[in-house]
């Protein structure tokens, strides 16, 4: 399992934003390709202990899931796939390996407290 | 209460790990080596398939391999008996190696002094799948021993591989391992990859897959000069 080395990143990253930024995190946004590799309930259990002894204990991971997405050599479209164990396109059935969405493994945004207000 | 605001950053959290295979992949350009790495999971047989790998191409070519090793394996041992320079990168109790690990271990070899250099990840089909090594063809391998629908278990590491070799295949009949099914579940998941068949252990097959590791290096060197 790999994702406690995932979520210690996500925190690593959250933390040096809002630092930067000088404000309280309460919610981290991720995005979560279905080809990133990750496990999502093996992330959120792990979030929670990568968070523990920092600033952002307590904070909830709130991940988006982003489907895979592939454009269609034969449609000229972008089609999204229902299955990462099929790599065609779903109207016409055309093989294809070009993705254009679904790697993602991306700290989107942070929702932060607009008072200076640390919970206690 | 106040009211939380968002505030977009959009940062890749594996950015660290791109960032230093990228300059891997500069590396291994420069000196002209091509690098394979090899995942698959346990007991597919990739310790012997790479000490066959290392020991077939070494009267003609030079030679080495880095492994990844959990604390309790030890497969940098057996592979030194292909006599090609062998380092092992203990992972502990982590399940994948990540592009820094490659790069400390890299350290104190002159590359230059490389044609091909083999990374053999940890026995395991979930983890290595998120992390770019730098390496410029990713080989899965799975044996007839583990079914034909493996690729569809897996389906992440397939796509994220670029060729794919079933070994083992003496073991195929006794197994009655369906290739025609397993090559249908290898191109749902990952359409167009290259497979190979072979036996490690009677050599049968070894002869094409070995060509086409030559071809990839030449072809790389041709590129190279052309820059
Ligand atoms: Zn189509």
New interface residues.
Partial sequence: ??EL??AM??VD??LD?SQR?G?QV??V??RLGA?????KDALLFSYEVACQDTPLQGSRLIVEDIPVVVFCPRCQEVRTLSS?????CPECGT???DVRQGKE???????????E?VQG | MSEPRLVEVRRNVLKQNDVIARALREQFRAAGVFVVSLVSSPGSGKTMFLEKTLSQLQPHYRVAALVGDLATENDAVRLARSKAPVKQITTGTLCHLEAAMVQNALQEWDLHQLDFLFIENVGNLVCPSSYDLGENLRLVLMSVTEGEDKPLKYPTIFNSADVAVVTKNELAEAVEFDWNAARTSIQSVRPGMQIFRLSAKTGEGMEEYLAFLAQQLAEQRATTAQI
């Fill in positions: 399992m790999h080395s995932i990143s996500i990253a959250a934003e930024r404000v309460s919610a946004h991720l080809l990133s590799g990750v496990v990462v164990q099929l790599f065609a093989p294809t390996m493994l991306e700290v989107f945004a942070l929702e932060i407290e607009e008072e207000e």
